[in-house]
């Protein structure tokens, strides 16, 4: 069963439930009165009767009893009216009644007499009775007056009443019912139409569709939960890019430097088989690269395990970071020069020691350091050392092709590498797209902090280490 249709199940049962409850007190109040009254109007109907009684009394007999009797007989209810003097004389007169079938009945309770005079239920010839009788005194003497109403006549009065009373009552209870019902059919569309929509998003991106998105109506709950849903799938297709190229380029960095070691040393084979050793060692230093970028891949996934299973230690020694940055300037210094650039270390005061892990810390360097000779493809490369606010600092600029704002966010992420295939970044198929992972992890084991600044013509790479660790 849909949403939807479990919605309107439910608020059809509350506006029945609630109906049925107001129907209920309604004709329970309304009864109390109408019942109320049927009282007062009975025993008044008594009360007169037992004044004609005595009139009759007084006068001996010859007053005109019997006309007020008829009057009394005019009121439909009342079926038969006598008054019993002392002497045992009855004076009565009643009228013709049989019983017709009742229609269905409002009310769920019978007519409750009063608590003046006795009124005692009775059958008379198959006809359901109330004897009202009501004791008084006329001239010393004792008279009873007495009324036959009809039980069926009082509880068809009342019914009408009532009926009359609760058609306005039915009739706006309906209206507000139906309205209740159209408000509930445009309410649960209203709420259900958007979950559906999201359901049927949530499958198709969960069957891989990630270029799925939903359209962002309002800023309600409904509205959030469609952008919280578009923004993740935004990351699944980030993520989903990520693995693919970390694949294909995986692919690539395992291929070509095995690749190249095979070459290599068929070539090798070759040369000894024509006994030209001459030109054997060229083959053999290509080799040793060769294994040196396999070794270097094979390491950074170890690291990342290692990050990942929480087992990278650090080894916290003094250490100080314009030796550190200078080893690191010299190691790129060959590299920098055979693609002509200027790489220069730029310290302009005394740097003191500090506390670190001497390798880890190099490994940050080289690899920022390495990252802006690696990118930039004419101009420079400089490297400051300096003391900073709290601790130290270590700033890589470059004149490279930098790196558009919204790239900055995602470049410590693990194997994330600005879109290979772009001309300005040539040498991103050289890397692993980890350095920067492992370098911010690094720096913030240190207690320290890396960021990037970039803009056209340049980015900079900033480390900072807090003093005192
Ligand atoms: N100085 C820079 N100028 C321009 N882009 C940069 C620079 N430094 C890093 N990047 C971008 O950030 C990405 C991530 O750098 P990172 O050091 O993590 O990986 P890598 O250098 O590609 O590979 P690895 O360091 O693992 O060998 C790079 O692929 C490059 O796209
Ligand atoms: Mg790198």
Redesign the pocket.
Known sequence: MGIRTKLILFILALLTAISAVMAFLFIHNEWASISANSQRKNLQILLAMSEVCKEQHASGGKSSAYRYFKTFLKTPEIIKVSCEVPGGRVFMQDRYYTPTPQPFSLSFKKFSPPSTGVWEPRSDNGVEILRASFKARSRGAEITARVDFSTQLISQEMDSSLRQSSAGFFIILSLSFAVGCIGTLIITRVIADPIQTMAEAARLIGSGRLDHRIPVKGKDEMGRLASELNEMAVRLQESDDIRRDFVSSITHDLRSPVTGIELCSDIILKLAEKREYDRIPEQVVSINEHSQRLN?FID?MLEVSRIESGKMKLEIKSVNLEDLADRAVRAFKTYASQKGLKLELVVGEEIPDTRGDPDRLYQVLA??V???V???AAGSVEVFVETAPGGQRVRVC?T????PPRELKN?FSKF???SAGRRE?PS?R????????IAKFIIELHGGSIGAESAEGG?V?TVFLPGGI
Not at 400 to 403: A, L, N
Not at 430 to 437: H, R
Request: proline share 3%.
């Open positions: 270097r950074s690899n920022i390495g990252n802006a690696k990118f930039t470059d490279g092709p930098g790196i470049i994330y590498r600005i970044y991103a050289q890397g692993t797209g980890l350095g920067l992972f980015s790479f």
